[in-house]
Protein backbone atom coordinates (compact mmCIF):
# COMPACT_ATOMS: atom_id res chain seq x y z
CA UNK A 1 0.00 0.00 0.00
CA UNK A 2 1.20 3.46 -0.63
CA UNK A 3 0.76 6.26 1.22
CA UNK A 4 0.26 9.64 -0.33
CA UNK A 5 0.77 12.75 1.80
CA UNK A 6 -0.18 15.62 -0.70
CA UNK A 7 0.75 19.49 0.62
CA UNK A 8 -1.48 22.09 -1.44
CA UNK A 9 -0.29 24.99 -0.32
CA UNK A 10 -2.39 27.65 -2.24
CA UNK A 11 -5.33 26.19 -4.32
CA UNK A 12 -5.60 29.70 -6.29
CA UNK A 13 -1.72 29.07 -7.85
CA UNK A 14 -2.63 25.44 -8.21
CA UNK A 15 -5.52 26.23 -11.01
CA UNK A 16 -4.01 28.94 -12.32
CA UNK A 17 -0.68 26.84 -13.09
CA UNK A 18 -2.87 24.05 -13.88
CA UNK A 19 -4.37 26.17 -16.79
CA UNK A 20 -1.29 27.22 -18.23
CA UNK A 21 0.64 24.13 -18.15
CA UNK A 22 -2.25 22.15 -19.49
CA UNK A 23 -1.76 19.82 -16.34
CA UNK A 24 0.48 19.61 -13.34
CA UNK A 25 4.02 17.92 -13.31
CA UNK A 26 4.98 15.08 -11.64
CA UNK A 27 8.62 14.23 -11.22
CA UNK A 28 9.01 10.54 -9.69
CA UNK A 29 12.46 9.86 -7.68
CA UNK A 30 12.56 13.57 -6.17
CA UNK A 31 14.97 12.38 -3.50
CA UNK A 32 17.22 11.34 -5.77
CA UNK A 33 20.90 13.65 -7.15
CA UNK A 34 18.82 14.98 -10.35
CA UNK A 35 15.31 15.01 -8.99
CA UNK A 36 16.12 17.43 -6.15
CA UNK A 37 17.63 20.01 -8.75
CA UNK A 38 14.98 19.46 -11.34
CA UNK A 39 11.89 19.68 -9.09
CA UNK A 40 13.54 23.47 -7.62
CA UNK A 41 14.22 24.75 -11.31
CA UNK A 42 10.50 23.65 -12.58
CA UNK A 43 9.19 25.11 -10.10
CA UNK A 44 11.40 28.39 -10.63
CA UNK A 45 9.54 28.24 -14.01
CA UNK A 46 6.11 26.87 -13.19
CA UNK A 47 5.76 27.80 -10.02
CA UNK A 48 5.85 25.77 -6.49
CA UNK A 49 2.22 24.18 -6.52
CA UNK A 50 2.23 23.21 -10.52
CA UNK A 51 5.51 20.48 -9.41
CA UNK A 52 4.31 17.45 -7.43
CA UNK A 53 7.53 16.10 -6.13
CA UNK A 54 7.62 12.24 -5.14
CA UNK A 55 9.50 9.37 -4.04
CA UNK A 56 9.68 6.15 -2.15
CA UNK A 57 10.77 7.63 1.00
CA UNK A 58 9.17 10.63 2.85
CA UNK A 59 10.43 14.23 0.91
CA UNK A 60 11.50 17.08 3.40
CA UNK A 61 9.89 19.22 0.80
CA UNK A 62 8.89 22.67 2.03
CA UNK A 63 8.51 24.31 -0.90
CA UNK A 64 5.68 22.54 -3.11
CA UNK A 65 3.54 19.51 -3.02
CA UNK A 66 4.82 16.25 -2.11
CA UNK A 67 3.90 12.60 -1.83
CA UNK A 68 5.17 9.47 -1.32
CA UNK A 69 5.11 7.04 -4.06
CA UNK A 70 6.54 3.71 -5.12
CA UNK A 71 7.26 4.00 -8.95
CA UNK A 72 6.63 -0.32 -8.96
CA UNK A 73 3.27 0.66 -7.62
CA UNK A 74 1.44 1.19 -10.97
CA UNK A 75 -2.34 1.89 -8.89
CA UNK A 76 -0.75 5.09 -6.52
CA UNK A 77 1.00 6.40 -10.05
CA UNK A 78 -2.52 5.94 -11.78
CA UNK A 79 -4.21 7.14 -8.81
CA UNK A 80 -2.02 9.86 -8.59
CA UNK A 81 -2.25 11.13 -12.09
CA UNK A 82 -5.77 11.42 -11.89
CA UNK A 83 -5.95 12.95 -8.26
CA UNK A 84 -3.76 16.00 -9.55
CA UNK A 85 -4.26 16.13 -12.66
CA UNK A 86 -0.85 15.14 -13.86
CA UNK A 87 0.25 15.97 -17.58
CA UNK A 88 3.96 15.59 -17.63
CA UNK A 89 5.71 13.00 -15.82
CA UNK A 90 9.87 13.29 -15.01
CA UNK A 91 10.66 9.64 -14.33
CA UNK A 92 14.04 9.42 -12.97
CA UNK A 93 13.68 6.57 -10.09
CA UNK A 94 16.43 4.21 -10.77
CA UNK A 95 19.61 2.07 -9.31
CA UNK A 96 22.61 3.14 -10.61
CA UNK A 97 25.40 1.31 -11.73
CA UNK A 98 27.45 0.16 -8.38
CA UNK A 99 24.27 -0.20 -6.74
CA UNK A 100 22.58 -2.50 -9.32
CA UNK A 101 25.56 -4.90 -9.54
CA UNK A 102 25.11 -5.79 -6.61
CA UNK A 103 20.91 -6.42 -6.41
CA UNK A 104 20.46 -7.39 -10.15
CA UNK A 105 17.23 -8.69 -9.95
CA UNK A 106 15.85 -6.21 -8.17
CA UNK A 107 17.62 -3.32 -10.43
CA UNK A 108 16.16 -5.16 -13.24
CA UNK A 109 12.60 -4.44 -12.13
CA UNK A 110 13.13 -1.18 -10.87
CA UNK A 111 14.53 0.11 -14.07
CA UNK A 112 12.14 -1.87 -16.42
CA UNK A 113 8.82 -2.16 -14.51
CA UNK A 114 8.47 1.60 -13.14
CA UNK A 115 9.02 2.97 -16.91
CA UNK A 116 6.69 0.19 -18.03
CA UNK A 117 4.32 2.24 -15.67
CA UNK A 118 4.29 5.17 -16.79
CA UNK A 119 4.94 4.48 -20.63
CA UNK A 120 1.59 2.54 -20.37
CA UNK A 121 -0.17 5.90 -18.71
CA UNK A 122 1.39 7.71 -21.77
CA UNK A 123 -0.54 5.08 -24.37
CA UNK A 124 -3.37 5.50 -22.67
CA UNK A 125 -3.58 8.89 -23.18
CA UNK A 126 -3.83 9.86 -19.60
CA UNK A 127 -0.45 11.88 -19.34
CA UNK A 128 0.82 14.20 -22.20
CA UNK A 129 4.77 13.89 -22.40
CA UNK A 130 7.49 11.64 -20.54
CA UNK A 131 10.67 12.27 -19.36
CA UNK A 132 12.94 9.44 -19.01
CA UNK A 133 16.72 9.36 -18.35
CA UNK A 134 19.11 6.91 -20.27
CA UNK A 135 22.55 7.12 -19.73
CA UNK A 136 26.24 6.38 -21.01
CA UNK A 137 25.90 3.00 -19.03
CA UNK A 138 24.16 1.83 -22.65
CA UNK A 139 27.62 1.56 -24.11
CA UNK A 140 30.07 -1.42 -23.57
CA UNK A 141 33.86 -2.68 -24.11
CA UNK A 142 33.17 -2.95 -27.94
CA UNK A 143 32.04 0.27 -28.83
CA UNK A 144 34.30 3.31 -30.09
CA UNK A 145 35.59 4.07 -26.98
CA UNK A 146 36.39 8.40 -28.33
CA UNK A 147 33.69 10.68 -29.44
CA UNK A 148 31.11 7.92 -29.30
CA UNK A 149 28.62 8.14 -32.22
CA UNK A 150 24.70 8.78 -31.72
CA UNK A 151 24.28 5.44 -33.58
CA UNK A 152 26.85 2.62 -32.76
CA UNK A 153 27.44 -0.42 -31.28
CA UNK A 154 25.57 -1.04 -27.46
CA UNK A 155 27.04 -3.50 -25.59
CA UNK A 156 26.52 -2.38 -22.08
CA UNK A 157 28.17 -5.18 -19.34
CA UNK A 158 26.20 -3.98 -16.48
CA UNK A 159 23.08 -4.50 -14.98
CA UNK A 160 22.28 -0.89 -14.93
CA UNK A 161 23.25 -0.16 -18.48
CA UNK A 162 21.65 -3.52 -19.80
CA UNK A 163 18.20 -2.07 -18.53
CA UNK A 164 18.76 1.44 -19.72
CA UNK A 165 19.27 -0.11 -23.33
CA UNK A 166 15.98 -1.78 -22.98
CA UNK A 167 14.16 0.99 -22.13
CA UNK A 168 15.63 3.13 -24.89
CA UNK A 169 14.05 -0.15 -27.33
CA UNK A 170 10.98 0.51 -25.04
CA UNK A 171 10.21 3.77 -25.21
CA UNK A 172 11.11 4.61 -29.20
CA UNK A 173 8.63 1.10 -29.51
CA UNK A 174 5.81 3.28 -27.48
CA UNK A 175 7.11 6.07 -29.47
CA UNK A 176 6.64 4.39 -32.66
CA UNK A 177 3.41 2.17 -32.02
CA UNK A 178 1.10 4.31 -29.55
CA UNK A 179 2.60 7.50 -30.43
CA UNK A 180 3.56 8.47 -27.11
CA UNK A 181 5.77 11.39 -25.82
CA UNK A 182 8.49 10.50 -24.57
CA UNK A 183 11.89 12.44 -24.48
CA UNK A 184 15.28 11.08 -23.06
CA UNK A 185 18.98 11.84 -22.77
CA UNK A 186 22.30 10.02 -22.53
CA UNK A 187 23.56 11.46 -19.52
CA UNK A 188 26.83 11.36 -18.68
CA UNK A 189 28.19 11.54 -15.52
CA UNK A 190 26.71 14.11 -13.20
CA UNK A 191 28.66 16.81 -10.66
CA UNK A 192 26.51 18.97 -8.30
CA UNK A 193 26.80 20.69 -5.37
CA UNK A 194 23.29 20.77 -4.66
CA UNK A 195 22.52 17.22 -3.75
CA UNK A 196 24.85 14.34 -3.45
CA UNK A 197 24.49 11.17 -6.43
CA UNK A 198 24.23 6.89 -4.95
CA UNK A 199 25.52 3.80 -6.09
CA UNK A 200 26.86 5.13 -9.37
CA UNK A 201 30.64 4.61 -11.01
CA UNK A 202 30.96 8.41 -11.70
CA UNK A 203 30.30 9.72 -7.86
CA UNK A 204 34.04 10.38 -7.29
CA UNK A 205 33.78 13.18 -9.49
CA UNK A 206 31.31 14.43 -6.83
CA UNK A 207 32.88 13.04 -3.44
CA UNK A 208 36.20 14.31 -4.59
CA UNK A 209 35.07 18.33 -4.18
CA UNK A 210 33.73 17.56 -0.98
CA UNK A 211 36.78 15.57 0.25
CA UNK A 212 38.86 17.70 -0.45
CA UNK A 213 37.56 20.80 1.07
CA UNK A 214 36.60 18.71 4.73
CA UNK A 215 40.10 16.54 4.64
CA UNK A 216 42.31 17.79 2.24
CA UNK A 217 42.72 14.38 1.09
CA UNK A 218 40.61 11.63 -1.37
CA UNK A 219 41.31 8.23 -1.98
CA UNK A 220 39.51 7.64 -5.71
CA UNK A 221 37.96 4.65 -6.58
CA UNK A 222 39.20 5.08 -9.76
CA UNK A 223 42.76 5.49 -11.41
CA UNK A 224 44.11 8.09 -12.56
CA UNK A 225 44.22 7.72 -16.14
CA UNK A 226 40.13 6.51 -16.31
CA UNK A 227 38.71 9.62 -18.18
CA UNK A 228 34.89 9.58 -18.87
CA UNK A 229 32.24 11.86 -19.72
CA UNK A 230 30.73 13.96 -17.14
CA UNK A 231 28.56 17.47 -16.71
CA UNK A 232 27.77 19.79 -14.84
CA UNK A 233 24.32 19.48 -13.12
CA UNK A 234 23.76 23.23 -14.54
CA UNK A 235 23.89 21.87 -18.31
CA UNK A 236 22.41 18.83 -16.80
CA UNK A 237 19.00 20.25 -16.10
CA UNK A 238 18.49 22.68 -18.84
CA UNK A 239 19.24 19.99 -21.25
CA UNK A 240 16.57 18.25 -19.51
CA UNK A 241 14.01 21.09 -19.55
CA UNK A 242 15.19 21.99 -23.28
CA UNK A 243 14.42 18.78 -24.34
CA UNK A 244 10.95 18.95 -22.91
CA UNK A 245 9.94 22.12 -24.53
CA UNK A 246 11.25 21.49 -27.80
CA UNK A 247 8.51 21.35 -30.53
CA UNK A 248 7.61 17.84 -31.00
CA UNK A 249 8.45 17.19 -34.52
CA UNK A 250 12.10 18.11 -33.89
CA UNK A 251 12.48 15.11 -31.23
CA UNK A 252 13.64 12.76 -34.34
CA UNK A 253 15.20 10.17 -31.89
CA UNK A 254 12.88 8.55 -29.55
CA UNK A 255 14.92 6.12 -27.99
CA UNK A 256 17.86 8.65 -26.35
CA UNK A 257 20.04 11.94 -27.25
CA UNK A 258 23.37 11.15 -26.50
CA UNK A 259 25.14 14.43 -24.51
CA UNK A 260 28.50 15.00 -24.87
CA UNK A 261 29.70 17.18 -21.23
CA UNK A 262 32.75 17.17 -20.68
CA UNK A 263 35.67 14.94 -20.30
CA UNK A 264 38.28 14.21 -17.70
CA UNK A 265 40.15 11.84 -15.50
CA UNK A 266 40.64 11.67 -11.90
CA UNK A 267 44.01 13.06 -12.28
CA UNK A 268 43.20 16.14 -14.40
CA UNK A 269 40.24 17.01 -11.98
CA UNK A 270 42.52 16.80 -9.25
CA UNK A 271 45.30 19.28 -10.45
CA UNK A 272 42.95 21.43 -11.38
CA UNK A 273 41.22 21.33 -7.98
CA UNK A 274 45.21 21.82 -6.46
CA UNK A 275 45.04 25.13 -8.69
CA UNK A 276 42.58 26.20 -5.90
CA UNK A 277 43.54 24.42 -2.92
CA UNK A 278 47.35 23.42 -3.48
CA UNK A 279 47.52 21.27 -0.24
CA UNK A 280 45.25 18.88 -1.97
CA UNK A 281 46.20 15.42 -2.37
CA UNK A 282 44.42 12.33 -3.99
CA UNK A 283 45.46 8.57 -3.87
CA UNK A 284 44.23 5.84 -6.00
CA UNK A 285 42.21 2.92 -4.52
CA UNK A 286 40.77 0.98 -7.51
CA UNK A 287 37.74 -1.43 -6.59
CA UNK A 288 34.87 -3.06 -8.59
CA UNK A 289 33.84 0.18 -10.33
CA UNK A 290 36.98 0.23 -12.27
CA UNK A 291 35.90 -2.18 -14.78
CA UNK A 292 32.42 -0.96 -15.25
CA UNK A 293 34.35 2.77 -15.89
CA UNK A 294 36.29 0.68 -18.10
CA UNK A 295 33.32 -0.38 -20.21
CA UNK A 296 32.29 3.00 -20.84
CA UNK A 297 33.13 5.45 -23.54
CA UNK A 298 35.75 8.64 -22.69
CA UNK A 299 33.99 10.70 -25.18
CA UNK A 300 30.56 11.28 -26.33
CA UNK A 301 29.47 12.96 -29.92
CA UNK A 302 26.63 15.19 -29.39
CA UNK A 303 26.17 16.44 -32.47
CA UNK A 304 22.49 15.16 -32.93
CA UNK A 305 21.20 17.05 -29.85
CA UNK A 306 22.91 20.19 -30.71
CA UNK A 307 21.13 19.58 -34.75
CA UNK A 308 17.85 18.58 -33.30
CA UNK A 309 16.67 20.41 -30.27
CA UNK A 310 19.95 23.20 -30.63
CA UNK A 311 21.60 22.20 -27.52
CA UNK A 312 24.60 23.72 -26.37
CA UNK A 313 26.84 22.78 -23.48
CA UNK A 314 27.90 26.02 -20.72
CA UNK A 315 29.83 24.79 -18.65
CA UNK A 316 33.69 23.49 -19.04
CA UNK A 317 36.01 21.84 -16.92
CA UNK A 318 37.51 25.16 -15.27
CA UNK A 319 34.51 26.98 -14.90
CA UNK A 320 32.44 23.50 -12.96
CA UNK A 321 35.39 23.25 -10.80
CA UNK A 322 35.25 26.95 -9.79
CA UNK A 323 31.68 26.93 -9.29
CA UNK A 324 32.05 23.55 -7.71
CA UNK A 325 34.37 25.10 -4.97
CA UNK A 326 32.99 28.28 -4.69
CA UNK A 327 29.55 27.08 -3.79
CA UNK A 328 30.92 24.30 -1.47
CA UNK A 329 33.21 26.33 0.63
N1 LIG B 1 26.32 8.23 -13.33
C1 LIG B 1 25.86 6.93 -13.68
C2 LIG B 1 26.57 5.89 -12.90
O1 LIG B 1 27.72 6.09 -12.57
C3 LIG B 1 26.05 6.66 -15.14
O2 LIG B 1 24.96 7.18 -15.83
O3 LIG B 1 26.02 4.88 -12.64
Known amino acids: MTFIILKLTS ?4 ITFES ?19 VSKLRQKHGNDAVISSDISPLKDEDGPSIQLDALDKAAIED ?29 KLNMESLFNVLELGKEGRIDQIFWPSSIAVFGPTTPKTNTPQDTVTDPTTVYGISKLAGERWCEYYANNFNVDVRSIRYPGLIGYKSMPGGGTTDYAVDIFHKALSDGKYICFLKADTKLPMMYMEDAIRATIEIMEAPKDSIRIRS ?33 RQKIAESWPQSI ?20 CKDMLWHLK
Open 301 to 320: NDNAAQKDWNWQLEYNLDKM
Open 256 to 288: SYNLAGISFSPEEIATIIQRQLPQFEIEYAPDF
Open 20 to 38: KLNGMILVIGSGGQVGQEL
Open 80 to 108: SISRYKIKTVYHLAALLSANAEKQIHFAW
Open 11 to 14: FPFF
